[in-house]
T-cell receptor
Framework: GAGVSQSPRYKVAKRGQDVALRCDPI?????LFWYQQALGQGPEFLTY????????KSGLPSDRFFAERPEGSVSTLKIQRTQQEDSAVYLC?????????????FGEGSRLTVL | AQTVTQSQPEMSVQEAETVTLSCTYD???????LFWYKQPPSRQMILVIR??????QNATENRFSVNFQKAAKSFSLKISDSQLGDAAMYFC??????????FGAGTILRVKS
């Protein structure tokens, strides 16, 4: 596709349920990032992939959060046993390898509401 | 760790007027990029302008320009001839060799007709 695609756009989960959020980056982009954005706040870094390798997961808030990118393209962010504080917009972004512009290209996000 | 501070939670500007959004950052690195992103209500982040730290010349993109003061670690965005479509949340962001972007808390820009 032409841009970063995320699904679902909206997800409502009951507390304790597991959720999976999908990101399809721009074709050929090697770097992929996940961010969490609380209402009215700036995005907070969660994790970073270069191809299939997860090079930085320092932003994942707990071991309930898990991300993977097994074939170096599509990525899935999984949240286990969701809690109310997990409610946020989850943004995915991609970037081409070797880019010296530093720009990240963002998807529209997945809004998670935990009841 | 790098931090980005946007001290203006909200700004208003009259259509066709000029507005400046402030941003300061903290880093010990010498090579990095700075960005302004726009986030309309649809939530997709759109790059407005970028600045490489090694370049002394301020970046400009049509009606958007920056005032980059490296020693002061300041990176403000000036929007000239403001238009209704400029209304959005604006984020200042920093990117270093670690590749991840660090964002400020954002500034809501309202444009009055």
């Amino acid at each position: 596709g032409a841009g970063v695609s995320q699904s679902p756009r909206y997800k409502v989960a009951k507390r304790g349920q597991d959720v999976a959020l999908r990101c399809d980056p721009i074709s050929g982009h090697v770097s992929l990032f996940w961010y969490q954005q609380a209402l009215g706040q700036g995005p907070e870094f969660l994790t970073y992939f270069q191809n299939e390798a997860q090079l930085d997961k320092s932003g994942l808030p707990s071991d309930r959060f898990f991300a993977e990118r097994p074939e170096g393209s599509v990525s899935t962010l999984k949240i286990q046993r969701t809690q109310q504080e997990d409610s946020a917009v989850y943004l995915c972004a991609s970037s081409p390898w070797g880019s010296n512009t530093g720009e990240l290209f963002f998807g529209e996000g997945s809004r998670l509401t935990v009841l | 760790a790098q931090t980005v501070t946007q001290s203006q939670p909200e700004m208003s500007v009259q259509e066709a007027e000029t507005v400046t959004l402030s941003c300061t950052y903290d880093t010990s690195e010498s090579d990095y990029y700075l960005f302004w992103y726009k986030q309309p209500p649809s939530r997709q982040m759109i790059l407005v302008i970028r600045q490489e730290a090694y370049k002394q010349q301020n970046a400009t993109e049509n009606r958007f320009s920056v005032n980059f003061q490296k020693a002061a670690k300041s990176f403000s965005l000036k929007i000239s001839d403001s238009q209704l479509g400029d209304a959005a949340m604006y984020f200042c962001a920093y990117r270093s060799a670690s590749r991840k972007l660090v964002f400020g808390a954002g500034t809501i820009l309202r444009v009055k007709s």
